[in-house]
């Protein structure tokens, strides 16, 4: 039986729009870092952390996600191949001569 994970595209957004987000700060700090007084390069600072922060903990998120997922693929996958003995063993072999004739052929 495949366990399937739902997908966290709220979560891959909100990466996408983090990363974003801190490439405009930095441009932007970058920019106009040398007019900056002491308080709002305090600030700028802070918002520019703040936010490559949220985009890390979007990151550990995702990859968490993957994480998951590919462990319930090899779990359905070792599970299929315990209930399916002698169909993996053909699918292995045919996928071998298959490949086999691609590099013959070259």
Known sequence: MIQK???????????????????????????NGGQLTGDELKAAKAKFEQTLSSAKTSLVDIEETVVERAKATAKATDEYVAENPWKSVGLGAAIGIVIGMLIARK
């Open 5 to 31: 994970i739902p997908t966290q595209t709220g979560t891959r957004d909100q990466l996408v729009n983090d990363l974003k987000t801190v490439i405009s700060d930095a441009e932007a700090w970058l920019r």
